[in-house]
């Protein structure tokens, strides 16, 4: 298992940046798929961006070149750089880790516990 605690969220102003960072803590942070999720009020959860072990990333087309998914396995972080936010990106973003691809695509794994981004208008 490895245990998520994700930081860095707050309120923005459209067109700023934030940096999310998902620390864990367990065994074999390295062998995990990586991902941040993203829900917002009445609305379904997201995947937002992904990274693999290898360091290949993926993105939803709604932040793809806005955001940038990055991992430093010697601090056990996967980090979200953000930028250009837009007010559709307030969200609750949650961080994931996965033992393989195909557990990330469908969400298992572990869950950090969220942190808010706000994005006003």
């Known amino acids: 298992q490895v245990q998520l605690v994700e930081s860095g969220g707050g309120l923005v102003q459209p067109g700023g940046s934030l940096r999310l960072s998902c620390a864990a803590s367990?065994?074999?942070?390295?062998?995990?798929?990586m991902a941040w999720y993203r829900q917002a009020p009445g609305k379904q959860r997201e995947l937002v961006a992904r990274i693999t072990t290898g360091g290949s990333t993926n993105y939803a087309d709604s932040v793809k070149g806005r955001f940038t998914i990055s991992r430093d396995n010697a601090k056990s972080t996967v980090y979200l750089q953000m930028n250009s936010l837009k007010p559709e990106d307030t969200a609750v973003y949650y961080c994931n880790a996965a033992r393989g691809l195909l557990l990330s695509t469908v969400g298992a794994g572990s869950w950090g516990q969220g942190t808010q981004v706000t994005v006003s208008s």
């Open positions: 367990g065994s074999s942070f390295s062998t995990y798929v």
